[in-house]
Nanobody, 123 residues
Framework: QVQLVESGGGLVQAGDSLRLSCAAS???????MGWFRQAPGKERRFVAAISWSGGTYYADSVKGRFTISRDNNKNTVYLQMNSLKPEDTAVYYCAAHRLTYTIGTSPPDFGSWGQGTQVTVSS
């Protein structure tokens, strides 16, 4: 199992940027990683994912604004969020894929989850 701890959330204004970090313990480099978000009363939704080899995938709502990356030497995955909108307000979760050397974009595809970090974007 991969243990994950998110950080970097906060309260910002529309148009601002934030960089979320997810520190991992365990066999990080073999797993695809993802970011999801969940607003109060809403379903947890896919935001971005990065494969073990560095391929990236994004939800349409964040393409061109968010960038996912990973640093295997630091066992850390990042989510750079630019041009933030109030609609981006949610708890953001980092997750590790259930299987090595594969990647998916649905919550059931991921087996290890962080505790979440709150991102609030005011208008």
């Amino acid at each position: 199992q991969v243990q994950l701890v998110e950080s970097g959330g906060g309260l910002v204004q529309a148009g601002d940027s934030l960089r979320l970090s997810c520190a991992a313990s365990g066999p990080f480099s073999k797993y695809g990683m993802g970011w999801f978000r969940q607003a109060p009363g809403k379903e947890r939704r896919f935001v971005a994912a990065i494969s073990w080899s560095g391929g990236t995938y994004y939800a349409d709502s964040v393409k061109g604004r968010f960038t996912i990356s990973r640093d295997n030497n630091k066992n850390t995955v990042y989510l750079q969020m630019n041009s933030l909108k109030p609609e981006d307000t949610a708890v953001y979760y980092c997750a590790a894929h259930r299987l090595t050397y594969t990647i998916g974009t649905s919550p059931p595809d991921f087996g290890s989850w962080g505790q979440g970090t709150q991102v609030t974007v005011s208008s």
